[in-house]
């Protein structure tokens, strides 16, 4: 299972414009890289206290952001228009 | 064991099956691909095991005529299965006493569920199950339509 590479927004505003935006969520993910390494003694030791396995906690939150992968989420208001669909 | 054999041991188990039916199914299982083993069970046994379990659970409301405009507005969300079904996983490793709390909360709002009965070892099922839920709130003002699909 891989991580959602990209997200794509596009918005439809009252005045007729149009944005479209594709998110690269895969830099946002390098991005976030270090922190994660940082945090990560924190994060087992949390675990270790709590009698939580830190390696399924941490395969259970990949599979949570893995998982996103294909959501999609659509708002036609008389407003705007929402679209958001996750690759 | 394979998946589609587990699943005719449960519903022989449930008794949905015969003996009888869950013996052909096995049998045809191992000698043929799926569409024949269908052909040879009871209409719900092989119902089941041809339905290919859902993938999304979609929710779709549409408020008609709200907000003070004519125009309606429209929502419509997919939840792909797999987060629910990682969902669960991530459940299945919170602490008992925690559970425990989340339990008796939840009992003193009336809602009388055991958060314990949630397993990973249940979850295909309660996924399979979802495929034939449907809700639909039809008010006058607004629509909701809760599906797997």
Not at chain 1, 24 to 37: D, E, K, S, T
Not at chain 2, 25 to 30: D, N
């Amino acid at each position: 299972m891989i991580l959602p590479l990209v997200a794509v927004i596009r918005i439809r505003t009252l005045e007729g414009r149009h944005i479209a935006l594709w998110v690269p969520l895969f830099l946002i993910w390098l991005l976030l890289l270090p922190f994660a390494v940082v945090l990560t003694p924190i994060f087992v030791i949390v675990c270790l206290a709590v009698g939580v396995d830190p390696f399924q906690a941490i395969a259970a939150f990949w599979r949570i952001f893995a998982a996103f992968c294909g959501t999609h989420v659509e708002v036609d208001s008389p407003n705007a228009t929402v679209f958001v669909h996750v690759y | 064991m394979s998946e589609n054999r587990k699943q005719i041991l449960e519903m022989l188990a449930q008794g949905k099956i015969t003996a009888d039916e869950a013996e052909r199914l096995i049998a045809a299982l191992e000698s043929a691909p799926l569409s024949s083993a269908s052909s040879s069970a009871s209409p719900r046994a092989a119902e089941v095991l041809a339905k290919p379990a859902p993938k999304y659970l979609r929710v779709q409301v549409d408020a008609g005529g709200k907000f003070g405009t004519d125009k309606a507005t429209k929502v419509n969300i997919r939840v792909p299965m797999a987060l629910i079904r990682a969902g669960v996983r991530l459940g299945g490793l919170i602490p008992q006493e925690a559970r425990d709390r989340a339990n008796a909360a939840m009992r003193a709002k009336g809602m009388d569920f055991d958060l314990n009965s949630i397993k990973p070892e249940n979850l295909e099922e309660i996924v399979r199950q979802l495929d034939d839920l449907e809700i639909t709130v039809d008010e006058d003002k607004a629509k909701v339509r809760i599906f797997a699909e």
